[in-house]
């Protein structure tokens, strides 16, 4: 069983609709990352939080640290929204930073 | 553009050539990272250099040798790559902060390899 676990692996939605994506660890965190892979293979960081629930854009993080249990929502979806969503987490006691990851939700939101 | 980049983008190679992965952040940050990600398989860390002393290597075989030469710059040279090393490898850097922190990833796009 991976220590990050992500649901669902693949999500299509119409254009407009309300996206959530899950993520659980099973691990002791200092920090939860969500990550977006576009096809050409870069990747970019959404959120970076350890509490609560962050906003940017269209895009909402929340984490519940003692569920263990991470979700990112998307509001009025877009087909460019279209990417693999991956949730990664910063172990805690390491002091570099080591990220472990889930295998990523595919995501298609056609038109 | 994140501030990091990578080169080559694609790399095709037989098993028995010598190349180098580049990768250059204009950033600032103090720790940089090779992953590594397979088809159908979750990114893997391979390497963690911190203010250009490598502090992680994920129990990655010889053929994969990295080097840190300042905290801008980080290869990763390869020899006698086997066809399952075929991925695409990604370079990242962030700013260490405290001891059991890190600060976001920032990522380049990758360079996507095929042993032959």
């Known amino acids: 069983k991976n220590e990050v676990e992500q649901s669902p692996q693949n999500l299509t939605a119409q254009e407009g609709e309300f996206i959530t994506i899950n993520c659980s660890y099973s691990?002791?965190?200092?920090?939860l990352h969500w990550l977006q892979q576009h096809p050409g293979g870069g990747i970019v960081s959404l959120f970076m939080?350890?509490?609560g629930k962050k906003k940017h854009g269209r895009l909402i993080a929340t984490i519940n640290i003692q569920e263990k249990h991470s979700s990112l929502h998307i509001t009025a979806s877009h087909p460019r929204d279209s990417a693999v969503y991956i949730c990664?987490?910063?172990?805690?006691?390491?002091?570099?930073?080591?990220?472990?990851f889930g295998q990523g939700t595919i995501l298609t939101v056609h038109p | 553009e994140t501030g990091v980049t990578q080169t080559p983008r694609h790399l095709v190679m037989g098993m028995t050539n010598k190349k180098s992965l580049k990768c250059e952040q204009h950033?600032?940050?103090?720790?940089m990272y090779w992953y590594k990600q397979s088809a159908k398989k979750p990114l893997e860390l391979m390497f963690v250099?911190?203010?250009?002393?490598?502090?992680e290597n994920n129990s990655v075989p010889s053929r994969f040798s990295p080097e840190c030469p300042n905290s801008s710059h980080l290869f990763l040279h390869l020899h006698t790559l086997q066809p399952e090393d075929s991925a695409l490898y990604l370079c990242?850097?962030?700013?260490?902060?405290?001891?059991?922190?890190?600060?976001?990833?920032?990522f380049g796009e990758g360079s996507r390899l095929t042993v032959l």
């Open positions: 990242a850097s962030s700013q260490r902060g405290t001891a059991q922190n890190t600060g976001e990833l920032f």
């Open positions: 939080l350890s509490s």
């Open positions: 691990v002791g965190i200092s920090a």
């Open positions: 950033l600032g940050h103090n720790a």
């Open positions: 990664a987490v910063s172990l805690r006691g390491t002091s570099y930073g080591k990220l472990t």
């Open positions: 250099y911190s203010l250009e002393e490598r502090v």
